[in-house]
């Protein structure tokens, strides 16, 4: 009787031991499922930040060549309030804040420049560029001012 007993104890060890390898078998599966879904994802993500980093070199460059152009160019608008000023005038520009605003000679401020054109204007300053503003040409009415630059190596 002994014998038998010790056959059925040893089946049902096996069979609980069978089962349990099932179990790890699925749930190996199911990791290695994981693993795969994540590694597609990881693969993904590395083409999309390639792209964005891609997009942000050509902006870069495209950046860097307007303000180049801005820089050659200079800057010129209208203004309407003309108080204070006369044709071949030189303005004062400075920052105020995130804005740079161009000033009369009696300290007056003329004109407000948009934060756009003042986050350019700081980062060509960074260039070491001397920014100076002229009235090139005044009516009653409005003046006509162009901003120009000027590398500090070219004074």
């Known amino acids: ?14 069979r609980k031991i069978n089962k349990h390898i099932k179990e790890l078998e699925c749930e190996k599966e199911k990791i290695e ?20 980093v891609e997009k942000k070199e050509k902006l870069e460059t495209t950046f860097k060549s307007l303000k180049k152009v ?9 203004i309407d309030n003309v108080k204070g000023i006369a044709q071949w005038d030189n303005l004062k520009i400075s920052k105020k804040s995130k804005k740079f605003v161009i000033t009369n000679s009696e ?3 003329v004109k407000e420049l948009d934060e756009d054109i003042s986050e350019i204007m700081s980062d060509i300053k960074n260039d070491n560029v001397n920014i100076s503003t002229l009235v090139l040409r005044k ?8 901003i120009r630059f000027t590398p500090y190596d070219e004074i």
């Open 1 to 14: 009787m002994k014998g038998k007993n010790f056959m059925l104890s040893s089946k049902k060890y096996l």
């Open 33 to 52: 499922k994981d693993i795969e879904k994540t590694e597609k994802r990881i693969e993904n993500e590395k083409k999309e930040i390639n792209s964005i």
């Open 70 to 78: 801005l820089v050659e160019r200079g800057l010129t608008f209208e």
């Open 107 to 109: 300290n007056q401020v």
């Open 139 to 146: 009516t009653s009415q409005s003046a006509l001012v162009q």
